[in-house]
C-alpha cells in the first residue's frame, strides 16, 4: 500500500533552517511528481513546492522563493524540503503529495523565537 511518512519537524527559532524529509513506499516513485504544500491554523492548505519526475523542474510558491528548496532522492525513494531562513508566518503543518493522488499524516513546523 502507499504510504508517505514525512519527517523533519519541529520548533526553530525565526532565521533558523530545517530540513523535512517524505519517505515513499508503497509505488514507483520515479513515476511520480512529488510536492510539499502547508496548512497553517485558519487557512486553506497550500502549495509550496513541487518537483517533477525525474527532478527536472521545480516550481516554488511565491512567499517561498530564495528560502526553501524541494529535491528527490529516487536511490531512497525521499523528497526533501530545504527551508531557510525561517519566518513565524512558516509556522504550520507542512504535507508531503505524491501526484498520483496520496498524502502523509504531515509534520508540525513551529518558527518562533
Known amino acids: 500500500q502507499v504510504q508517505l511518512v514525512e519527517s523533519g519537524g519541529g520548533l526553530v527559532q525565526p532565521g533558523g533552517s530545517l530540513r523535512l524529509s517524505c519517505a515513499a513506499s508503497?509505488?514507483?516513485?520515479?513515476?511520480?511528481?512529488m510536492s510539499w504544500y502547508r496548512q497553517a491554523p485558519g487557512k486553506e492548505r497550500e502549495l509550496v513546492a513541487i518537483?517533477?519526475?525525474?527532478?527536472?523542474?521545480?516550481h516554488y510558491a511565491d512567499s517561498v522563493k530564495g528560502r526553501f528548496t524541494i529535491s528527490r532522492d529516487s536511490a531512497k525513494n525521499t523528497v526533501f524540503l530545504q527551508m531557510n531562513s525561517l519566518k513565524p508566518e512558516d509556522t504550520a503543518i507542512y504535507y508531503c503529495?505524491?501526484?498520483?493522488?496520496?498524502w502523509g499524516q504531515g509534520t508540525q513546523v513551529t518558527v518562533s523565537s
Open positions: 508503497g509505488f514507483t516513485f520515479s513515476r511520480y511528481a
Open positions: 503529495h505524491a501526484s498520483l493522488g496520496y
Open positions: 518537483i517533477t519526475t525525474a527532478g527536472g523542474s521545480t
